[in-house]
Every structure is written in structure tokens, then in C-alpha cells.
């Protein structure tokens, strides 16, 4: 009975060191909490304003000082009781889908061609898509734009040369070839970050992987689905999700080519539509709650995405 009444007493073998409990180490947190902070006040405060912004009636007047009055949630209600910023998301979602799906494509085939070529083809190549990457995106427009223009544009004349009627046809009036162009220009600046990720990490499959797979008779086109895509998942779903981020985003191209003569009421996204809201119509705090809801959006549409890389890192 005392011996099962008492507290159970562990006993170090002779000679032996007693255990001793490592206490945590601080000093690694200590060192992160600087960058922390600094990341916090950086991201946190512009998002707790725009979060304000966005349940006050704040306008051009409260730009030159008059106190803003609280709302509440009427800015959103007012913003999703409107069926023009449903067509926007929607336009926007498709959009983003569609142009995020076409990059990776071209970007997967394009790391494949790069792979499988020669140094000299390869190193072209990759020159071409690094010299499209890195051009500033005012520049790139600038000859999008001209390359497109309805009355002397090299694509017209091409088109036509080639037995097509495209005289003076305006790309840009209908949004269907308004979005076809936009998806053009958004995919070519794209690929080169897809493609360049993509082949760094097909650099990284072992040869003798390969050729063992070919030698137990494997076809090419099982080789790439049975070997390769499972090698580079990773990488595809990172880019994936930064792409469909970036995509849904989009500003400059849209608000470039609108500017060239589109119609703003059919062509809006919600980068372009948040600007004309805010910047157009001076109603900041409608515009705060619509980029509260972009936020919002993002993280829905890459929430699959993350869960997944959280699952494979776990």
C-alpha cells in the first residue's frame, strides 16, 4: 500500500548523468520580432485603414478635411445591392480563371521546349522571355496597343493580307475582342515568370529516373504524367496560385486599353472598377469596401490552393 500510495520515484542508473530538461530557446524569436513588427505595421495598418475607410461616408470633401461620417456597413450593402458590380465579379473571376489556366499551359510547354532543346535555341529563348518580362508595362502597352489599333495597326493588316476582312476593324468596341486582346497581352507578359519557375524545377528530375522509365518501355506521354508532373507539382501550384492572385488584380492593361477608346461600362474589372469608384467618382469609402472584398476574394479563391501546400509541408 505505501508503495502504491506514493509518488513514483525514478531512479538514475549508477554512473549515470541525471536527465536534464532543455529550457526552450528565446533568443530565435527575439531576433524575428523586429521583422515581425515591421511586417504588421506595414501590411496591418494600410488594411485596418482601408477596413475604416470602407464603413465611412468618405469623399472628395473629406479629402480637404471635412470629418467623415460613419456608416457603418451601408457602403457594402449599397455596393452588392447593385448589379453592376455582380457583372464586374463575375467578369472578373472568369477573367482571372481563364488567363491564370492559358498561362500555365504556355508556360508548362514552353519549360518543355526549353528543356528538350539545345544550349544555343535554349539561351534564345530564354533572352526573349526575360527581355518581355522584365519591359516596363507602360512600354509594352504603348506597342500593344499600336499593334492593335483599328486604323493602323500591323494585326488589321496582317489579317487582311492573309485574305480576312479586317479593314479598320476596332478591337476593342465589342468586349469580347476587347478581353480576347486583354488576354493576349496579360498571358505574353506572364509566361516568362511560369515557364522560368517551371524549368527550374524540371532541372531538378534525375536522368537516370528517365531513362530507367524508358527502359522498363514507358511512353513519352506516360513519362510526363506517371514522372514528370508529379516532380514539379509543387512548383505548378505556387505558380498557380500567384497567378490567379496577380490575374484577379489586374489593372494597368485593362485601364491602358480602356483608355485607348474601349467602352468602361462593359470592359470594367475590379482593379479598374475600384479606380473609378475611388478615384473617378471621389467615393473612397465605396471603394474601400470594394478592395475589402477583393481581399476577401483572394483568399476564397486561393484557399484550396494553400490548404494544399499546408498539407504537403505538414
Known amino acids: 500500500m505505501t508503495a502504491l500510495s506514493s509518488p513514483a520515484r525514478t531512479q538514475a542508473a549508477p554512473g549515470a548523468e541525471p536527465v536534464r530538461h532543455r529550457r526552450p530557446w528565446v533568443a530565435p524569436y527575439i531576433l524575428v520580432l523586429p521583422a515581425i513588427a515591421i511586417l504588421l505595421l506595414a501590411l496591418g495598418y494600410p488594411l485596418a485603414w482601408?477596413?475604416?475607410?470602407?464603413?465611412?461616408?468618405?469623399?472628395?470633401?473629406?479629402?480637404?478635411?471635412?470629418?467623415p461620417q460613419f456608416v457603418g456597413l451601408a457602403n457594402y450593402a449599397q455596393l452588392f445591392t447593385d448589379a453592376q458590380t455582380w457583372a464586374v465579379v463575375g467578369r472578373s473571376i472568369a477573367f482571372c480563371l481563364v488567363?491564370?489556366?492559358?498561362?500555365?499551359i504556355v508556360g508548362v510547354l514552353v519549360a518543355l521546349l526549353m528543356n528538350a532543346v539545345g544550349t544555343v535555341t535554349r539561351l534564345i529563348l530564354q533572352i526573349a522571355m526575360l527581355l518581355a518580362w522584365a519591359m516596363p508595362?507602360?512600354?509594352?502597352?504603348?506597342?500593344?496597343?499600336?499593334?492593335?489599333d483599328w486604323h493602323r495597326g500591323i494585326v488589321n493588316w496582317a489579317?487582311?493580307?492573309?485574305?480576312?476582312?479586317?479593314?479598320?476593324?476596332?478591337?476593342?468596341?465589342?468586349p469580347l475582342s476587347f478581353y480576347f486582346v486583354a488576354t493576349v497581352i496579360v498571358v505574353w507578359m506572364s509566361v516568362p515568370f511560369v515557364?522560368?519557375?517551371?524549368?527550374?524545377?524540371?532541372t531538378q528530375i534525375s536522368e537516370e529516373i528517365m531513362e530507367a522509365a524508358s527502359l522498363d518501355g514507358a511512353t513519352p506521354r506516360q513519362r510526363f504524367f506517371a514522372i514528370t508532373m508529379?516532380?514539379?507539382?509543387?512548383?505548378?501550384?505556387?505558380?498557380?496560385l500567384l497567378q490567379?492572385?496577380?490575374?484577379?488584380?489586374?489593372?494597368?492593361?485593362?485601364?491602358?486599353l480602356q483608355d485607348a477608346g474601349a467602352p468602361l461600362s462593359s470592359t470594367d474589372l475590379l482593379?479598374?472598377?475600384?479606380?473609378?469608384?475611388?478615384?473617378?467618382?471621389?467615393?473612397?469609402?465605396?471603394?474601400?469596401?470594394?478592395?475589402?472584398?477583393v481581399l476577401v476574394l483572394t483568399v476564397a479563391l486561393s484557399f484550396f490552393y494553400v490548404m494544399h501546400l499546408m498539407k504537403e509541408d505538414s
Open 50 to 67: 482601408q477596413f475604416w475607410t470602407s464603413t465611412q461616408k468618405f469623399g472628395l470633401a473629406q479629402q480637404f478635411g471635412k470629418p
Open 99 to 104: 488567363n491564370a489556366a492559358i498561362t500555365v
Open 137 to 148: 508595362v507602360i512600354a509594352s502597352m504603348t506597342v500593344w496597343i499600336w499593334l492593335f
Open 159 to 174: 489579317l487582311t493580307q492573309v485574305g480576312l476582312d479586317f479593314t479598320n476593324h476596332n478591337w476593342l468596341e465589342q
Open 195 to 202: 515557364a522560368f519557375s517551371v524549368y527550374a524545377g524540371l
Open 230 to 240: 508529379p516532380m514539379i507539382r509543387p512548383v505548378l501550384m505556387i505558380v498557380t
Open 244 to 256: 490567379v492572385i496577380w490575374d484577379l488584380r489586374v489593372f494597368a492593361q485593362i485601364r491602358m
Open 271 to 293: 482593379g479598374t472598377y475600384i479606380y473609378r469608384l475611388g478615384v473617378g467618382s471621389s467615393d473612397f469609402g465605396m471603394a474601400s469596401a470594394l478592395s475589402i472584398f
